[in-house]
Every structure is written in C-alpha cells, then in structure tokens.
C-alpha cells in the first residue's frame, strides 16, 4: 500500500514539472534594419515580428509624431532579448518577449551625442554595437560589458 502511494506522489510531481527543452539558441545571426512605416510600425518576415516604435522613439527624443521613413536597429541574442537602437539615439534598448508585446528590460546609455551610424553584430553569447569609427562596445541584457570579463 506504501508502494501505491509512493507511486501517486512520484507521478503527480513529474506530471507537474514542466517541459524543457534545452539547450536553445534564439539568436539572429545578423541585424535587421528596419524602415518605420506611416502608423509608426516596423515588420521583420524574415522572423516574422512587428511591432510599434511609437512608445521608443517617445522614450528617446519625447516625439513620437516624425518617425515615419526612420530606421531602427535591431538583433535578438542568444537568450532571446531584442536589442533595439536607431540612429540619433543616446541609448540601446533591451526588451523581452511578453504577453504579444515587446516589455523593456534595460535601457543602455551607449553615447552621450547619439549614434551616428549605429550597427549591431552577434559575438555570442554578447552583442556587439559598432558606431562608426568609434570603439566598438559589447553589450549583454545587463549592460555593457567590461573588457577582460566573459
């Protein structure tokens, strides 16, 4: 009878774990550039996202209103974080995968005069964000990273 139960206890807590799959990869091997249409919208097919720059660029530069023809960075990471920028902007933005919307995580303040010609690179497990001629700075979900760190 101890058996049985002992049974039922193993079967009900195994039936409760949840299933993971590991490990997984959910980096996108390049960036994406992506123009901003007329209702403030950017599409990706290649991996099939869109989503609303309206609320970032009112982040950034407090107008939301001339952002159409714009252009946005944008490179996902190992662990799935979105690393948005675009040029002009102070920061890089991390966000994460929520309930059908993109939820920021971290703000990275990346340049105190705003990017001129910003560019992102998958060096994983970190993404590296290329400025022109400007030092090229790697940076996780947490911010940037130090040199001599892994």
């Not at 950017?42 to 720059?53: G, L, P, W």
């Not at 252009?71 to 675009?86: P, Q, V, W």
């Not at 690179?121 to 970190?126: C, E, F, K, V």
Request: net charge neutral.
């Amino acid at each position: 009878m101890k058996s049985l139960g002992l049974f039922f206890i193993v079967f009900l807590v195994a039936g409760c774990s949840p299933l993971m799959l590991k490990p997984a990869d959910f980096s996108w091997p390049i960036e994406s550039e992506l123009k901003v249409n007329s209702n403030g919208m950017v599409q990706e097919d290649r991996y099939s996202i869109s989503f609303s720059v309206k609320p970032l660029f009112y982040e950034e530069t407090k107008d939301s209103t001339n952002i159409s023809n714009r252009t946005i960075r944008l490179i996902r990471d190992e662990s799935g974080f979105y690393f948005i920028t675009a040029p002009h902007f102070k920061n890089v933005y991390v966000f994460s995968q929520n309930d059908g919307g993109l939820s920021l995580e971290k703000a990275i303040p990346v340049s105190v005069d705003g990017l001129s010609s910003p560019a992102f690179n998958q060096r994983a497990p970190d993404i590296e964000l290329l400025n022109g001629k400007d030092k090229p700075i790697m940076l996780t979900k947490d911010g940037i990273k130090e040199e001599g760190k892994k």
